[in-house]
């Protein structure tokens, strides 16, 4: 296989621990796969950024660095609206994107987004619940499959405490930027192609509705994959299995 490049984008809280695993398992799968983390500003202690604008901007110009031209680019939870705030933009054309457990339009009607919009203050409670020990166990128990090692998980809730953009995103995302999306999208329907959904059946973050809706209100069809044992973290918690899907998809590429 030719060398390839994926490039990943996070969810929110995102920190590079996370892909550990996943790299672990694509050096023995796939050595000639490099996984590309786009590493968010206000993220991991790096400098925020006031609007989204400027948010996509760093990342757009980190995109146009990557040495190997990008076989595609792998999405989670928000990174999803990340990608398509930059295929909006023109950005990734031709670049194929994997969305996994993404969150779309089910945006809309989400109760904990609109709480959070309307009170900025328990942006900052929730974010210092996560250095929590019974938060922490309690979101452990509900998001992965699998038990995960005190370190890991250290250094993974880590990912939200360090991450300075966390209540940036419920001013960013929301459903009046939802609308300027499907403006550009009506525009120019290409910038919708080449994407793949994949959903879990044991996501209880995001499930296959959240795809459909997003479906029919952008007047798309998108191919999906559903992988019954998946939760909302694979890489995580099922390494070697989401490594082996990762490379049969893109083994014709």
Request: proline share 7%.
């Amino acid at each position: 296989m030719n060398p390839l490049t994926v490039l990943h984008f996070g969810g929110n809280g995102h920190s590079a621990i996370r892909l550990d695993r996943a790299r672990e398992a694509l050096g023995r799968l796939c050595p000639t796969l490099t996984l590309v983390d786009l590493p968010y500003s206000g993220f991991e202690g790096r400098l925020g950024r006031t609007t989204f604008e400027a948010f996509l901007d760093d990342l757009a110009a980190i995109v146009r660095t990557v040495p190997v031209p990008p076989a595609a680019a792998y999405a989670s939870g928000i990174g999803a609206l990340i990608a398509l705030g930059l295929r909006a933009r023109g950005e990734l054309a031709g670049v194929p994107l994997i969305f996994q457990g993404p969150v779309l339009w089910g945006l809309e009607d989400r109760w904990f987004p609109r709480v959070f919009r309307r009170f900025p203050p328990l942006r900052g409670l929730l974010r210092s619940a996560f250095g929590r020990s019974r938060f922490q166990a309690r979101f452990a128990r509900k998001q992965f499959v699998r038990r995960h090692d005190p370190e890991f998980l250290e250094g993974f809730f880590r990912g939200y405490r360090d991450c300075s953009s966390f209540g940036d995103f419920f001013d960013w995302l929301t459903p009046a930027w939802l609308r300027t999306l499907e403006t550009v999208f009506h525009d120019h329907p290409a910038r919708l192609g080449l994407i793949e959904v994949w959903v879990g059946g044991l996501d209880h973050v995001v499930g296959l509705a959240e795809v459909r809706r997003t479906e029919r209100t952008l007047g798309v069809s998108w191919p999906v994959v559903e992988f019954a044992t998946w939760g909302h973290y694979p890489m995580i918690d099922v390494p070697e299995e989401w490594a082996h899907a990762l490379c049969r998809t893109l083994a014709p590429a």
